[in-house]
């Protein structure tokens, strides 16, 4: 079994920053795939990223290319999502998630942490 923590999150004004940490434990190896996705209030879950545990390989959205990036402490486990720029549509609850696939599809994706609140004003 694989179990992820988010934390990080919060109020921020638009043009700020947050940084996002996802530790993880369990029974997650190197040969797993994560993901961070976000999900606003009435919306679908939405892509952020996808990368390797191991924090290479980075593919990120569009819609975040710039503004957000992975990075990862392999001695805690521990990947992070560094959000600068944030703007009032980055308002969501932020997922980190982890499979043994590669994908963009929230469904392929076995284990997710409990979320935390990102608001941007």
């Known amino acids: 079994d694989v179990q992820l923590v988010e934390s990080g999150g919060g109020s921020v004004q638009a043009g700020g920053s947050l940084t996002l940490p996802c530790a993880a434990s369990g029974d997650i190896t190197s040969s797993y795939f994560m993901g961070w996705f976000r999900q606003a209030p009435g919306a679908e879950r939405d892509r952020i990223a996808v990368?390797?545990?191991?924090?290479?390989?980075?593919t990120y959205a569009d819609s975040v290319k710039g503004r957000f990036t992975i990075s990862q402490d392999s001695a805690k486990n521990t990947l992070y999502l560094q959000m600068n720029s944030l703007k009032p549509e980055d308002t969501a609850m932020y997922y980190c998630?982890?499979?043994?696939?590669?994908?963009?599809?929230?469904?392929?994706?076995?284990?997710w942490g409990q979320g935390t609140q990102v608001t941007v004003s």
């Open positions: 998630a982890a499979g043994t696939r590669c994908t963009w599809e929230p469904r392929w994706y076995n284990y």
């Open positions: 990368f390797n545990f191991d924090g290479a390989d980075v």
